[in-house]
């Protein structure tokens, strides 16, 4: 077992993450350079040593600091040691990506669907190969009472109908099997209407509604199919949709690429438009790709990551917040161990279900055929397969063990492993970077908003 403190400065706080306890700690400047000269074990006196290597700060100030870092070391706050934690696959799904449609009406340009199609013919799903799907989560589920089904494209709404009978009748059989689907969609937008709309915040526990941002940056990314800009014909639709929502879940969602790496414009713009739940993630290609993200580009990545981290600080203070997907981390009532150490639990807890009725790990694996785990028409499972990325997670990757965001990772995307480097277990090292800045970022807001609760409570 080891220990392991991360210590960090980050939109002027000085934080220290005890990764194994997830204890945050934020630090005084003296606290902060006496953490850059002690390791465990440590004594219960300050040590003479680190007063002299301290001697521009008071040494009476030192010994302070030292005792309350001291007292944290000793409630296991601080230098904890991490545990071995043994995960036995479950053999469970619980979690389903319904590929209703592999079609799209835009062609976005960096769409890792290839405009919908995945490759292959476009086509839709039939409610008889729908039907299927949600009988073999029914019957892969166990003794599991929730489970989620996502209705995915290309554009679910272009097989509007078939979302409406498959809704229907997963929500017979829960009542009939006592069980319940929480559903949930992600759409371009471009089919909403009165109808659509209010299924939509009836029937769905959440729903992903997919925008860029800034109008010039979604409309040179998201087009129709005649190349004609989106953003106008969309924005409208959302609003409604969000208005009419209520307190159910819902967050637009963009995606930004070499393009536009000023993206805390893009979050800022959909948060000055009206959206208070925002996710706008990086774009992964192959570095080959012009819009793809390349190592080059973090530095820039991190400062915009930092500059959106000084706004939500700014704008909480000011009384409209707004949540980033990628900074919102519970410290105090987040993820179980298990879920921490395994992620999302593609290929294991989770798959994916194409209209032909083909099974995959996730919809990021549909385009690789040989990662296909069966098919819900002919009763295949491949249980082995599913056992293998059951193991997938941060306890059996050496690299992994090592990283401090391990525990808000879980151990990356596996399909972006599999596909830049061949092997689900081996992080793909561009997102494993923006991930630790996404943490540090997500930290310090959360230190910077309870120093201004702190002041404003006295």
Not at 64 to 73: I, K
Not at 267 to 288: K, N, T
Not at 350 to 372: L, S
């Amino acid at each position: 077992m080891t220990s392991c403190v991360h210590t960090f400065k980050c939109c002027g706080q000085r934080v220290a993450l005890d990764v194994p306890s997830g204890a945050v700690h934020v630090l005084s400047e003296i606290a902060y350079e006496i953490l850059q000269r002690i390791a465990p074990p440590l004594e219960p006196e300050c040590p003479t040593s680190l007063r002299y290597q301290l001697a521009k700060y008071e040494s009476s100030d030192v010994a302070e600091a030292y005792g309350e870092l001291y007292a944290l070391y000793k409630e296991g706050l601080l230098f904890s040691e991490d545990q071995e934690y043994k995960m036995p696959p479950t053999g469970v799904v619980k979690s389903m990506c319904l590929h209703v449609s592999h079609d799209c009406n835009m062609r976005c340009r960096y769409c890792f669907a290839g405009a919908g199609g995945y490759t292959r013919d476009r086509k839709l799903m039939s409610l008889e190969v729908g039907k299927k799907a949600l009988d073999f989560l029914f019957e892969k589920s166990g003794n599991i009472h929730n489970l989620e089904v996502d209705m995915f494209g290309g554009e679910p709404l272009l097989n509007f109908d078939v979302v409406r009978e498959l809704v229907a009748y997963g929500r017979a059989r829960e009542r009939e099997l006592g069980k319940k689907i929480a559903f949930t969609i992600t759409t371009n937008g471009a089919l909403l209407d009165d109808e659509t709309i209010d299924f939509i915040n009836a029937e769905f526990s959440n729903v992903v509604l997919s925008i860029d941002g800034r109008k010039e940056v979604n409309d040179r990314m998201r087009t129709f199919v005649d190349g004609s800009g989106t953003y106008d014909a969309i924005l409208p639709k959302f609003k409604k949709l969000v208005e009419r929502r209520g307190e159910r879940d819902w967050y637009v969602r963009g995606t930004f690429t070499r393009e536009n790496l000023d993206f805390a414009s893009d979050v800022i713009a959909l948060a000055d438009a009206g959206f208070d739940q925002i996710s706008v993630e990086p774009v992964v290609l192959d570095e080959s790709d012009p819009l793809a993200i390349r190592s080059e580009d973090l530095p820039r990545i991190f400062k915009e990551y930092e500059r959106l981290a000084r706004e939500m600080i700014r704008r909480y203070r000011e009384g409209r917040p707004f949540n980033f997907f990628h900074f919102m981390v519970d410290l105090d009532d987040g993820p179980c161990v298990y879920k921490r150490c395994k992620g999302c639990g593609s290929g294991s807890e989770y798959v994916a279900v194409t209209p032909d009725g083909d099974i995959f790990p996730c919809h990021q694996f549909v385009e690789f055929m040989p990662m296909k785990m069966g098919n819900v028409l002919d009763g295949t499972f491949d249980k082995d397969l599913q056992k293998k990325f059951a193991e997938h997670g941060i306890m059996t990757n050496p690299v992994c063990r090592e990283c401090w965001a391990k525990y808000f990772c879980g151990g990356g995307c596996a399909a972006n492993n599999y596909k830049y480097n061949g092997a689900v277990n081996t992080p793909y090292e561009i997102t494993c970077e923006l991930e630790r800045k996404r943490v540090e970022c997500a930290l310090a807001i959360k230190a910077a908003i309870a120093q201004y609760e702190e002041q404003n409570s006295k």
